[in-house]
């Protein structure tokens, strides 16, 4: 089982984490009663987090996994912007989740 979180390319770096974190709890608690997050906790606690650009963003918003429980993030620091996807952990993904980059820093 894993949660994928998708951080918009368009993020500074500085706040990836941040964003990583904010966007892994708000999941939480907005799935917390969800036999699948509770699985999860009990028994992986894995996330994946990949960088996704803003055309990307918008269709994983819009349903592009059918049936999804997912939850979108915004940063009040900048500027409430919507910056990431994170969908509910589960056990298998679509294949096309597996083509995502990893987030890693831009300017490392």
Same mark, same amino acid.
């Not at 059918?66 to 679509?94: G, H, M």
């Given at each position: ?18 964003? =990583? ?17 509770? *699985?999860?906790? =009990? !028994?992986? @606690? *894995?996330? +994946?987090?990949? +960088?996704? !650009? ?10 592009? +996994? ?7 993030? !915004? ?7 919507? +910056? %990431?996807? !994170? ?8 294949? %096309?989740? *597996?083509? @995502? ?8």
């Amino acid at each position: 089982m894993k949660m994928y979180i998708f951080i918009k390319d368009s993020v500074p770096d500085e706040f990836g984490p941040v964003v =990583a974190a904010h966007a892994s709890l708000s999941c939480y608690l907005r799935y917390k009663n969800d036999k699948e997050m509770k *699985k999860w906790l =009990a !028994t992986s @606690f *894995k996330k +994946v987090v990949c +960088v996704i !650009t803003h055309e990307e963003f918008q269709r994983l918003k819009f349903n592009w +996994v059918s049936n999804a429980k997912f939850n979108v993030t !915004t940063e009040s620091s900048l500027n409430d912007e919507e +910056v %990431a996807i !994170t969908f509910c952990p589960r056990e298998t993904y679509p294949e %096309a989740f *597996k083509m @995502f980059k990893l987030w890693k820093p831009k300017n490392n």
